[in-house]
């Protein structure tokens, strides 16, 4: 059975870890090195790969440092180059909905919708058959699953809180079209749940939650009662 945890969260900065008790992956590295070293209790032996969605840096700001320490890391393309790390010897490219084998680990790239390049999301599979969905720094999820057991995606932010703070002017129009054009609201995270079959979903992990235009709290209760399943909401670090 895996076990998913988000060690850190938000636009500062962003770490996740995937263990089905023996392997483990590692999702993001947006935070300093030792703050990752530490998630992993300063043993980075049992780890498979890191997998990174896209370049922005509160997803790969210790890149460089995981790929000294001999992690295979892998990402798409654009990525790479952006990131300034497709020719290491440690970096392997993904491309969308082209599956690979990571030291026993099934992972399914998938395209998201972000402004970076070639960014992803991806469908894990345990060694032992648990299937996650990760989606993070996405406006939307462009796609359905099946069979999945631990559901890992962003809430952050609703429409109403978001258009409440342009109009009490906490926040620029600007900024407002930026989030939703890259961010995913709850509002879709409800409609993309809606959209799958959640009948063997054992748990569900909201994540990347904004600062002022969120209610973690609000958002547990919304996603609990449409699936009846465990939600936790990530804590930002």
């Known amino acids: 059975m895996v076990d998913f945890k988000a060690h850190a969260s938000s636009s500062a900065g962003n770490l996740y870890t995937v263990t089905d008790g023996g392997k483990t992956l590692v999702i993001e590295c ?64 993904l491309t969308g909905l082209r599956q690979v084998d990571i030291g026993g680990w099934t992972v399914l790239p998938f395209g998201v919708i972000h402004d970076a390049d070639e960014p992803l999301g991806f469908l894990i599979v345990a060694p032992g058959g648990d299937r996650l969905v990760y989606a993070v720094d996405t406006a939307y ?14 809430a ?55 600062d002022g235009n969120s209610d973690a709290e609000a958002f547990r209760r919304q996603v609990q009662e449409l699936t009846g399943k465990p939600v936790y909401v990530a804590a930002r670090q």
Request: net charge positive; proline share 2%.
């Open 30 to 93: 947006g935070v300093r090195f030792k703050t990752l070293q530490s998630a992993l209790g300063f043993s980075l032996s049992s780890v498979s790969g890191l997998l990174v969605s896209h370049a922005h840096q509160d997803h790969a700001a210790c890149i460089q440092d995981v790929l000294r320490a001999s992690v295979p890391c892998y990402m798409s393309e654009g990525t790479a180059q952006a990131l300034g790390v497709a020719g290491h010897h440690r970096t392997h490219i």
């Open 141 to 154: 999820v462009p796609y359905r699953f099946e069979r999945l057991s631990v559901i890992a995606i962003e």
């Open 156 to 210: 952050n932010f609703s429409l109403d809180t978001i258009r409440r703070n342009v109009a009490s002017g906490e926040i620029a129009l600007s900024h407002k079209n930026r989030v939703i054009q890259n961010h995913m609201s709850i509002e879709r995270a409800l409609d993309m749940l809606r959209a799958n079959d959640l009948s063997q979903v054992r748990e569900i992990h909201l994540l990347h939650l904004s």
